[in-house]
T-cell receptor, first 118, second 118 residues
Framework: DTGVSQDPRHKITKRGQNVTFRCDPI?????LYWYRQTLGQGPEFLTYFQNEAQLEKSRLLSDRFSAERPKGSFSTLEIQRTEQGDSAMYLC????????????????FGPGTRLLVL | AQKITQTQPGMFVQEKEAVTLDCTYD???????LFWYKQPSSGEMIFLIYQGSYDEQNATEGRYSLNFQKARKSANLVISASQLGDSAMYFCAMREAISSGSARQLTFGSGTQLTVLP
């Protein structure tokens, strides 16, 4: 299977604990995105990498959140001192940079990690 | 203001009939891209169709077509010959041009839950 994969698929944690999620993009894709989706809403952008460089971060990404993509391949998203408001689906997507306009660059999503903070 | 508005929280359609899912958007950019994604209950976002703001023809992909009305800022998804497997959440999304500083990520609407009835 050459799609985007995410691990774990589900995570239950207690408030105050740290959690880390992993995303493996499609192998030739050089761009990787993290989104958060709460119940009944569409995904909201968190952050974006081109290769190993984190180029953009949303103001939704508080100081408790950190994302890395150390070798330009897989990425991790860590949430420190989790809060109940962090309960959501965390989606990862990847895309291939176009030479020309990037408007039609299609993002392919993984199955998501569903986080529940008790 | 909402950038993407999907006014239909839920829609029902009889199997084999066509259905239109509404999407209106708000942007001051002349260059932008519009996407539709399908999200089954499993959670993965599946790319369906893309329309560029300068595309003269309405996009089509198999049973999916996009009714793009630029002056009205609408990009409705039409699904022909509905199948039971089409039951899912459908999200409209937009990518704006670099000039607005948000060239990479997608902005999603709140989605429409489509149920196909046998």
């Amino acid at each position: 299977d050459t799609g985007v994969s995410q691990d774990p698929r589900h995570k239950i944690t207690k408030r105050g604990q740290n959690v880390t999620f992993r995303c493996d993009p499609i192998s030739e894709h050089n761009r990787l995105y993290w989104y958060r989706q709460t119940l009944g809403q569409g995904p909201e952008f968190l952050t974006y990498f081109q290769n190993e460089a984190q180029l953009e971060k949303s103001r939704l990404l508080s100081d408790r959140f950190s994302a890395e993509r150390p070798k330009g391949s897989f990425s991790t998203l860590e949430i420190q001192r989790t809060e109940q408001g962090d309960s959501a689906m965390y989606l990862c997507a990847s895309s291939l940079k176009y030479r020309g306009t990037s408007l039609k660059e299609t993002q392919y999503f993984g199955p998501g990690t569903r986080l529940l903070v008790l | 203001a909402q950038k993407i508005t999907q006014t239909q929280p839920g829609m029902f359609v009889q199997e084999k009939e066509a259905v239109t899912l509404d999407c209106t958007y708000d942007t001051s950019d002349q260059s932008y891209g519009l996407f539709w994604y399908k999200q089954p209950s499993s959670g993965e976002m599946i790319f369906l169709i893309y329309q560029g703001s300068y595309d003269e023809q309405n996009a089509t992909e198999g049973r999916y077509s996009l009714n793009f009305q630029k002056a009205r800022k609408s990009a409705n998804l039409v699904i022909s010959a509905s199948q039971l497997g089409d039951s899912a959440m459908y999200f409209c999304a937009m990518r704006e041009a670099i000039s607005s500083g948000s060239a990479r990520q997608l902005t999603f609407g709140s989605g429409t839950q489509l149920t196909v009835l046998p």
